[in-house]
């Protein structure tokens, strides 16, 4: 026993804030499910339970590209669109073939990630082998162009398999599909996903979140995330040392892609009506916030800026008119205490990690 | 010595087996050959031929603006020659990129230092390790059990590399917070880690004082001695150049105007008249 505590104290930093993170999502989960067994937690509180663990996974994927990588990307909720409808049809289709939820539920999200993971090698294969901010201009546009696609997208699915029409023209309706006597639609066009079974849970979402925590951190802490930090911090240094540049920067851009996607396809999972336009600029900023606000490159701070801010708003709800306007407040509150000197002392003294270093600093 | 073989990951104590087949081959570790690049109508460099042996430390220096920097830039691709041949342990590097160049065999340092400033010391060296550590993403991110071997290797290398400018206890700090010197020091180190058969170093002693350059100049040999690799620098300081450097080539106006040994640089009258200008006829 002592030796693993001495193995404990001997390991590194940045592998013990690791623990750190794990351990408080483990916390929080427990601490949640018993309050919500006991029936202390309100039902709007329930609701939030899912989106938060996909938001939070979310915000951990976006952190890879703009924190890590050092790219700033504003597409994200388009990864997440691609990995909600995908995860929404392979659910529906497959909902006689695998009547287990959980099962079913998995394998939307894999799919679903595998989607939005391909869908960001296409965009970033060309783009990421500029330097610039070209990244940023691309994923505008895609979030933009994937609204409108799913927008025109009908999909049904009978006996025979999926059917596809693609209504550019605006005068297609499901009917247009062809489907059989069994068939369902659906994507139905610019209403969305509709009569959707809703399977997602908190639990899934609380795995979720502990993936893409544990795909995150141990990438950034193995040599393909020393390679991409190292192309953040210099990438003339990065590429005399002998760095492929494009392929780690497609690395941690499809990483970051694939985790949205798998969060996509919970969150889409969650609802039983979904619209192309939720996934909108709006979201991506939003997600941007969370990543922003917890510290680039800061894994927990993500985690806890995006359960905050989504908490936040609903809390602020009996203020009626008066919400956004308390929320910017807090934000900039809290953008203004994270960057002051003496508060960021006053959390040094609180944590030892930051104790340590805040003293060599000076 | 095929690719193979370079790219194991070995401590660097242990490396008799690379180190003799290296010093028994006598062929140059790099030749340049009528190099040269033109800016617009600029010559910035012009007719370069300079040959490197296997183990040898050579200085390349000339008044600002020569065109020395941009020699190196040449010979690590980061400016395509648009004539001459740069040959790399007997081959043509014409077609590789800058990070080809490296994996073949050039590793460099630069004049205004380029560190991964906001990771720790320890990491900037094992980075450079890419080339040589075998475990893909998944691996990684699985940790299965070559990851954990590879990665132990890796910290013992890099203590065995900081070991040299006797860094191991600033290993944890972050990069950026070192002072100015050892921020050179450990860009030279993680040159060394790519496992370079030629180093490049821009300007290593600039903004030393004279005692810590004098530690340099016994680490620029040690290295040599240690791993058996070339070493051109470009270096203002002439008590370095001159003590260390076996060959010098001399740089005026993108030109070689002299080469040869330290006394033969030294009583060269063109190197003289470049530097100090001509004596004026009495």
New interface residues.
């Given amino acids: 026993m002592t030796k693993k505590m001495k193995q404990f104290n001997s390991l590194k930093k940045t592998t013990k804030v690791d623990f750190a993170t794990y351990f408080g999502v483990i916390a929080a989960f427990v601490i949640v499910t018993v309050l919500r067994s006991n029936g202390s937690l309100s039902r709007s509180t329930i609701g939030l339970l899912v989106p938060i663990c996909c938001y939070m996974s979310m915000a951990v994927s976006l952190n890879l590209t703009v924190g890590i990588l050092g790219e700033l990307s504003l597409g994200h909720a388009g990864f997440m669109s691609v990995g909600a409808f995908t995860g929404i049809v392979v659910s529906q289709s497959l909902m006689n073939l695998i009547p287990n939820a959980p099962v079913r539920l998995a394998l939307s999200m894999f799919v679903g990630a595998l989607l939005a993971a391909l869908v960001g090698l296409l965009i970033g294969t060309p783009v990421l082998r500029l330097q610039g901010d070209y990244l940023a201009i691309v994923t505008l546009a895609f979030g933009e162009i994937i609204k409108e696609l799913i927008n025109c997208l009908i999909i049904g699915c009978d006996e025979k398999g999926l059917h596809f029409v693609f209504n550019l023209s605006g005068n297609k309706t499901v009917d247009d599909l062809g489907l059989g006597a069994n068939g369902t639609a659906i994507i139905k066009g610019a209403q969305g996903a509709t009569g959707t079974t809703a399977i997602a849970s908190f639990t899934a979402g609380f795995i979720l979140v502990m993936l893409t925590l544990l795909i995150v951190l141990n990438l950034t802490r193995s040599r393909a995330g020393r390679a991409i930090m190292a192309i953040r911090d210099n990438h003339i240094a990065a590429q005399a040392i002998g760095l492929n540049l494009t392929k780690y920067k497609l690395m941690a851009f499809v990483t970051s892609a694939a985790l949205a996607g798998a969060a996509g396809a919970l969150f889409g999972l969650n609802y039983s009506s979904l619209q192309a336009t939720k996934f909108n600029f709006n979201l991506s900023i939003l997600v941007l916030v969370f990543v922003v606000l917890g510290g680039l490159g800061n894994i927990w701070g993500s985690l806890i800026a995006a359960a905050a801010l989504t908490i936040l708003p609903e809390a602020l709800r009996p203020l009626h008119d008066y919400r956004m306007l308390i929320y910017a407040i807090v934000l900039i509150f809290v953008m203004l205490a994270t960057n002051n000197p003496q508060a960021k002392a006053f959390f040094g003294r609180l944590l030892p990690h930051r104790r340590a270093s805040a003293e060599k600093e000076d | 010595m095929t690719q193979k073989e370079k790219a194991k990951l070995v401590p660097v104590s242990r490396e008799p087996a690379l180190l003799t087949e290296r010093d028994a081959d006598k062929s140059p570790v790099l030749e340049c050959i009528d190099l040269g690049i033109t800016f617009g109508g600029l010559k910035a460099v012009d007719n370069f031929n300079v040959t490197i042996g296997r183990t040898e430390i050579t200085g390349l220096i000339g008044p600002n603006g020569a065109g020395k920097t941009t020699v190196f830039n040449l010979l690590?691709k980061?400016y395509q020659p648009t004539h001459g041949t740069i040959l790399l342990n007997g081959k043509d590097i014409h077609d590789l990129?800058?990070?080809?160049v490296?994996?073949a065999g050039i590793?460099?340092t630069?004049q205004n230092i380029?560190?991964?400033?906001?990771?720790s010391v320890e990491?900037?060296i094992?980075?450079?390790m890419?080339?040589q550590?075998h475990?893909t993403?998944p691996e990684?991110?699985?940790?299965l059990p070559r990851?954990w071997k590879e990665?132990r290797v890796m910290h013992e290398r890099a203590m065995e590399l900081l070991s040299i400018f006797h860094m191991e206890h600033l290993a944890?700090?972050k990069a950026s917070?070192l002072p100015y010197g050892a921020q050179r020091r450990l860009e030279i180190l993680?040159?060394l880690?790519?496992n370079p058969s030629l180093l490049l170093l821009d300007e290593p002693a600039a903004g030393m004082n004279p005692s810590e350059t004098a530690e340099l100049m016994e680490n620029i040999c040690s290295i040599r001695d240690t791993f058996h690799i070339a070493v051109l620098l470009i270096e203002h300081d002439m008590n370095l150049v001159m003590n260390i450097c076996e060959g010098i080539a001399v740089l005026n106006f993108g030109r070689v105007i002299a080469k040869g040994t330290p006394e033969d640089i030294q009583n060269n009258p063109e190197v003289i008249e470049a530097y100090l200008g001509k004596k004026k006829e009495a």
């Fill in positions: 690590t980061v990129n800058t990070a080809q490296n994996r590793a460099r630069f380029r560190l991964f400033g906001d990771m990491q900037n094992t980075v450079a890419d080339n550590v475990y993403m990684g991110i699985l940790r990851f990665e944890d700090a917070s993680r040159a880690a790519t």
